[in-house]
């Protein structure tokens, strides 16, 4: 009667923990390769690790484009 369970189990598995921590792992990769100057490394690998998921969909969406447009490597312009 449960034997079918165990697919969905593996499923469930997957979507709730493989899946975000590869994301979350591929982020601190990327965050690590960058350009970016120390202190905004530092605050994407925070930003990322205390809120995980939400932290590296961040880094995808705001950090790389901000890092390639030069806003994250320590240009002081004003």
């Known amino acids: 009667m449960l034997y079918g369970l165990t697919g969905w189990h593996v ?3 997957l979507s709730l923990w ?7 792992l591929i982020a601190l990769v990327q965050i690590a390769k960058s350009k970016a100057a120390a202190g905004a490394v530092v605050a994407w690998v925070v930003i990322v690790t205390l809120i995980p998921v939400v932290g590296a969909i961040l880094w995808f969406v705001v950090g790389r484009r901000a890092v390639r447009d030069g806003f994250s490597a320590g240009d002081e312009t004003a």
């Not at 493989?18 to 979350?24: A, D, G, K, N, Q």
Request: aromatic share 20%; net charge neutral; glycine share 0%.
């Open 18 to 24: 493989i899946v975000p921590f590869v994301l979350w």
């Open 11 to 13: 499923m469930i598995v």
